[in-house]
């Protein structure tokens, strides 16, 4: 993930985390502004790119989230209130 970020031409860290609910990879940096534009579509179409690619490997049953600067984090917390 760390080559997907610097092919971008971003400086992020990247932490990949394994929950009950799948695989939660969190972005952090100042490039991450470019992510969260627009309602989040930028990372939403990494997302969708990074799931793609590494379905067959991680299996159907294993569902990969990205966030980016907690924006996601933030946006769940949002619409559980």
């Known amino acids: 993930m760390q080559d997907v970020v610097n092919a971008m ?9 394994e929950t009950p609910e799948g695989t939660r990879i969190n972005l952090d940096g100042e490039d991450g502004g470019v992510l969260v534009r ?18 067959k490997q991680l299996g159907d049953d ?6 980016c600067n907690g924006y996601r984090k933030e946006k769940d917390a949002e619409l559980r209130q």
């Open 9 to 17: 031409g971003m400086t992020m860290s990247v932490n990949i985390e």
């Open 38 to 55: 627009r309602g989040g579509e930028g990372l939403q179409a990494l997302q969708h790119i990074v799931a793609t690619t590494f379905r």
């Open 62 to 67: 294993n569902r990969i989230v990205i966030d």
